[in-house]
Every structure is written in structure tokens, then in C-alpha cells.
């Protein structure tokens, strides 16, 4: 799984370089919407997954899905707005070395998190080992750490995966 470890330290790589580009402050503004994004869409899911089930004719798992992605994209837009608002008031001081370093970490953790969230899922939809067995999953260094740091930070995922 040797192209599998590159591809996601690719991605770790360029997570990393972002957030030194973006700086600190537009990069904790997104990691927040991202954290506030999981919990919101987390918290109303389950009545927006209802409700589209009694109006649509939808497959289930589509509708958990987009009862999940409305809530979550409806948030990171709106603090996402508001980021850009912030780092332009936060722009005029002189903090230019410690936002772009501080962005670096950030934006490492942050695409840490997005990609664990992904491999989660993907790990949920491959349970049959229809694009890859566990063996070849178990090969990858990065694959199962970084699969296990999200549920690790934020545990009610695990429990929404379960429920897929």
C-alpha cells in the first residue's frame, strides 16, 4: 500500500503548506468551523433525515448522507464568511512570522482530521473488502493511525458510523 501511504502524506503535506500560506488565524477559523460543522450537522442529522425520508423516495443511505452534508456545509459557509472578515481586521498587525508558522500546524491538523474523517468512511463502504481487503489496509503505515485519530478527537463519529 506503498501508494496509498504517499498519497496521504501528500495530502499531509499540502494540509501543512496551506495552513502556512493562510496563516494561523484564517486556518483556526476553519478548523473551528469544521468542528463546529461535524456537531451541528451531528445534532440536527437525525430530524433532517426524517424529514426527508417522509418527502422523498430516496435510497437510505443517501439520505443519511445528505441529512449529514446540508448542516455541515450550511456552517463551514457561514463561519467561513466570517473568517475572512476576521482576517482581514487581524491582517493589519504585525503578527506575519507567528500566523504563518501557527497556520502550518493548524492546517496539519486540520487535513489530519478531514482525511481521517474520509478513511472512516471509506473503511464503513469497504467493510467487504470490495476495493481493498484489511490485509492490504493493515500493510499501510498511515492508514489505520490516521483513521483512528478522528473518532479519537471527536467520538461521536463512531458512533455515526456505526449507524451508517
Known sequence: MLILDLLLAGALLYGTVKGLWNGFFAELAALISFFLGIYVALAISGSLKEFLEAH???????????????????????????????????????????????????????????????????????????????????????????RQFGTTIYPMLEQWYLEM
Open 56 to 146: 422523498t423516495k430516496w435510497q437510505p443511505i443517501s439520505i443519511r448522507m445528505i441529512a449529514f452534508g446540508i448542516p455541515f456545509l450550511f456552517t463551514i459557509i457561514g463561519i467561513s464568511l466570517l473568517a475572512r472578515w476576521l482576517n482581514k481586521v487581524v491582517s493589519l498587525g504585525g503578527l506575519s512570522p507567528f500566523n504563518k508558522v501557527a497556520g502550518g500546524f493548524i492546517g496539519f491538523f486540520k487535513t489530519l482530521l478531514i482525511i481521517s474523517i474520509f478513511l472512516n468512511l471509506f473503511f464503513n463502504l469497504n467493510s467487504g473488502g470490495f476495493f481493498a481487503t484489511k490485509e492490504e489496509l493493515d500493510q499501510s503505515y498511515f492508514f489505520n493511525p490516521i
